[in-house]
C-alpha cells in the first residue's frame, strides 16, 4: 500500500510545482518592496543633482499605482472567476501566461534608457510599473493551492514546504546589490539592470516549469459562473473576509516597512562603502528569521485555528522593534550586532505570519462558499493582491517623503562626512516605530475575526461537505 503521502496532492510532482511556481512573482515583490525606490532615486539617472525630485517621482508614481489599483484589481478577479474552466483549469493558465509577462516587465522596469531624458523615463517608470502592476493582479497563486484540497492539514503541509524553499531561494536576494556591483563597470556603481535580468531569467524558466507541473484541483467545478450580483453578496456577507484582510493590511506593513527603509538606513548608518555586506548580512538575517518563522508557524498551527494563529505571531514582532525605535531617538544605531540580533527575532513574526495569513485567505473563499454558494477565488484573491501592493506603496511612499523632508541627494550623500539626523530619525521611525504599531493594531483587528472561533469553523465545514456530497449524489 502506497504511503498516504505520496498521494495527490501531496505527490512530489504537485509539492515541486508547488515549491517553485511561485519563485519569480517572489523574486519580483522583492525587488519592487526593496529596490524600485533605491533605483529611481539613486541609479536610474533621473533628475540628476535636483534634491528630491526623484523621490517625487517614484512617490507619485505609487500614488498612481494604487488609484489604478483599485480600479483594475476587483475587475481582474472578477475576470478570472468568470472565466471558463479550460482542461488545464481556471486559473493555471492565468499563472503561467502573467508570470511571463510580469516578469518580462520587470526587467523592461529596471533597464530604463540611461540616455533618454528625464521626461522620458519618467514616462517609461510610470508605464512600465502600471503595466507590470496590472499582470502581477493576474497571479492567482492561492486559488490554485486552495482548489488542491479543502483540508486545512493538507493545504498547511502545501504551504510549509513552498514557503521554506522560496526563502532558501531567497538568500541570492541578499547578494543583490553585492551581485550588482560585481557586474558595474567600476566596481563600485551597481549595474541593477542586469542584476535584475540575472536574478529574473533563471527563476522565471523554473516557475514556469513548476507551473506546468501542478494539476489544478477540481473542488469547485460544480459551481455555477459567477455574476456581477455575487460580488455584492460578497461585499454584503463575508465578514470573515473584510476583517482579515484589514488586519493583514495593518500587519503586513511591518514587513513592507522594514524592506522600504532597511537599505537606506544600512547605507548611511554603517557606511555606504559597506553597502554590500551589510545587505548581505541582513540577507542572513531575514532568511533565518523567516525560516525559523515558518517553523514555528507550522507548530503553532497544530494547535489553534488560523486566526489565533495570526495573533501569536504579529506579538512577536513588537517588543524587537519597540526597542529598536528607542534605541535611534538618540542616534543612529552603531552596533550591528544588536540590531541584527533584534531584527532577527522580529522576523521570526514576520515569518511565521504567511502560514496563518494565506490559510485565512483560504477559509474566506470556503467562507464565501457557505455565505452564498460560490467562492469567488478569483475575485478574493485580487482582493488580497491589492492588500499586498498597498502595503508596498505606503511603505515605499512613506520613506520617500522622508526622503524628500530631508532632501535626499544620493550624490551628496554618498561622499558626505556626516548625514543630516533627521534623515534617521525619519527612517527609524518608518523602520521600527510604524512596525510595532501595525502588528498591535493588527492583533486589535483580528480579535475580531469571526472564524477564530473553533467551533464557527467546524460548522462551515461541515455545511460545505454536506452541500457537496449532496451535489455528487445529484449527479
Request: net charge positive.
Amino acid at each position: 500500500m502506497k504511503d498516504k503521502k505520496q498521494q495527490y496532492p501531496l505527490d512530489f510532482k504537485t509539492m515541486f510545482g508547488v515549491s517553485t511556481m511561485g519563485l519569480s512573482q517572489m523574486i519580483a515583490n522583492s525587488l519592487i518592496t526593496g529596490f524600485l525606490m533605491l533605483y529611481i532615486t539613486d541609479y536610474a539617472g533621473i533628475y540628476t543633482g535636483i534634491a528630491g525630485k526623484a523621490a517625487s517621482v517614484a512617490t507619485l508614481m505609487l500614488l498612481i499605482g494604487r488609484i489604478w489599483d483599485g480600479i483594475n484589481d476587483p475587475l481582474l478577479g472578477f475576470v478570472m472567476d468568470r472565466s471558463p474552466r479550460t482542461r488545464w483549469g481556471k486559473f493555471k493558465p492565468f499563472m503561467f501566461w502573467a508570470t511571463l509577462a510580469s516578469a518580462l516587465l520587470i526587467i523592461a522596469l529596471f533597464n530604463i534608457p540611461m540616455g533618454a531624458s528625464d521626461a522620458l523615463k519618467v514616462a517609461l517608470v510610470y508605464v512600465l510599473y502600471i503595466l507590470f502592476d496590472t499582470a502581477f493582479t493576474l497571479l492567482p497563486m492561492n486559488p490554485l493551492i486552495q482548489s488542491l484540497s479543502g483540508d486545512t492539514r493538507v493545504r498547511t503541509k502545501l504551504l510549509v514546504v513552498p514557503r521554506v524553499v522560496t526563502t532558501f531561494l531567497s538568500i541570492l536576494m541578499s547578494f543583490f546589490l553585492a551581485i550588482a556591483v560585481s557586474l558595474g563597470v567600476d566596481g563600485v556603481r551597481p549595474n541593477i539592470g542586469l542584476a535584475v535580468v540575472v536574478f529574473m531569467v533563471p527563476f522565471t524558466l523554473l516557475s514556469m516549469i513548476g507551473i506546468a507541473m501542478v494539476r489544478e484541483g477540481t473542488a469547485n467545478v460544480d459551481e455555477e459562473k459567477v455574476q456581477v450580483k455575487d460580488v455584492f453578496a460578497m461585499l454584503k456577507s463575508n465578514k470573515p473576509l473584510w476583517i482579515s484582510q484589514l488586519s493583514g493590511l495593518v500587519g503586513g506593513f511591518s514587513f513592507a516597512f522594514v524592506m522600504a527603509a532597511i537599505t537606506y538606513y544600512i547605507k548611511y548608518a554603517f557606511g555606504a562603502a559597506n553597502l554590500g555586506t551589510t545587505s548581505m548580512i541582513w540577507g542572513i538575517t531575514i532568511l533565518f528569521g523567516m525560516v525559523g518563522g515558518t517553523f514555528l508557524a507550522q507548530f503553532i498551527q497544530k494547535r489553534v485555528t488560523p486566526g489565533n494563529g495570526a495573533i501569536i505571531v504579529n506579538a512577536i514582532s513588537i517588543v524587537p522593534m519597540l526597542i529598536l525605535w528607542v534605541i535611534n531617538l538618540s542616534g543612529p544605531i552603531q552596533r550591528q550586532g544588536l540590531m541584527f540580533a533584534l531584527l532577527f527575532i522580529a522576523m521570526l513574526g514576520v515569518g511565521g505570519g504567511y502560514i496563518p495569513g494565506t490559510l485565512i485567505g483560504m477559509e474566506c473563499m470556503d467562507y464565501n462558499k457557505y455565505a452564498t454558494g460560490k467562492s469567488m477565488e478569483g475575485t478574493i484573491n485580487a482582493v488580497g493582491q491589492f492588500v499586498l501592493k498597498i502595503q508596498a506603496a505606503i511603505s515605499s511612499a512613506l520613506t520617500g517623503v522622508v526622503l524628500i523632508a530631508v532632501g535626499y541627494n544620493a550624490e551628496l550623500y554618498q561622499d558626505a562626512a556626516t548625514i543630516p539626523d533627521t534623515l534617521f530619525s525619519g527612517l527609524g521611525l518608518v523602520l521600527f516605530g510604524l512596525p510595532a504599531l501595525s502588528s498591535l493594531l493588527a492583533i486589535v483587528i483580528m480579535a475580531m475575526y469571526p472564524l477564530r472561533h473553533k467551533g464557527k469553523r467546524e460548522v462551515m465545514y461541515a455545511d460545505i461537505e454536506a452541500k457537496h456530497a449532496a451535489n455528487q449524489s445529484s449527479d
